[in-house]
């Protein structure tokens, strides 16, 4: 090829990255789960055929210009967005990210599958796939896991329960121990430290209940 094509894009400045070195170092699974500033979501839904998705993605590869060619409505939302239109993935981007749910029906669980793309100043492109899973109900799970689980659950309940009886008891001697108001008996003569850690997380177990 003519020189003049290829000079402009080999003398551009260097594309800094606003990340924090995960583009140049090899990413590990750990950093699929970190939060990340989303923009240009695309949705392909379940429901659209297969036909309607490849259509989808051919506007988010191009930006648009084979729906304009074919005068039909772009289904690239963003790239559509644009003036003049181009294509969702371009050189500043530094990271893409496909998900999507599944459920599991012989073990019972939801999945999160994401596949991750982080692109480095070289044009390498990193790839991570991570899948999370989360229980769909209690019951599915064996016999020996419920009973950890419910076991585990009646000493954490009994235990929130012998607290707020010691504090509860702690609270009426002092009232009743003393001459002074009962609302200065507990200021003056109760609240501690001690105690406020005690009803802090007696209120953090009341929630979770709730």
């Known amino acids: 090829g003519e020189a003049r094509y ?3 894009y080999i003398g551009k400045e260097c594309v800094e990255t606003k990340a924090s070195g995960d583009e140049e170092m ?7 789960e970190l939060p990340f500033e989303s923009a240009r979501e695309e949705w392909l839904l379940a429901e659209d055929d297969v036909e309607t998705m490849i259509r989808h993605i051919l506007d988010m590869e191009d930006g ?3 729906a304009l060619a074919q005068n039909r409505t772009c ?7 644009q003036q003049p239109t181009h294509p969702w993935l371009n050189e500043l981007t530094s990271r893409a990210e496909i998900s999507f749910l599944l459920y599991n029906a012989q ?3 939801h999945c999160e599958a994401t596949v991750n793309f982080w692109f480095n100043r070289a044009g390498h492109i990193h ?11 209690v019951e599915v799970r064996d016999v020996g896991t419920l009973f950890l689980m419910f076991t585990a659950a009646f000493i954490w309940a009994i235990s929130n329960v012998y607290v707020l009886r010691l504090e509860a008891r702690e609270i009426i001697d002092a009232v009743w121990n003393s001459k002074k108001a009962w609302y200065l008996t507990i200021i003056d003569d109760y609240i501690g430290f001690w105690n406020c ?5 007696m209120a953090i177990a009341a929630a979770v209940c709730v």
């Open 6 to 8: 290829f000079v402009p």
């Open 127 to 137: 790839k991570r796939i991570h899948v999370r899973s989360a229980w769909a109900g």
């Open 197 to 201: 850690v005690d009803w802090v997380s």
């Open 26 to 32: 090899d990413p590990d699974l750990y950093a699929t």
């Open 64 to 66: 648009c210009v084979s």
């Open 75 to 81: 289904l690239c939302q963003w790239c559509s967005s």
């Open 107 to 109: 073990y019972g669980v």
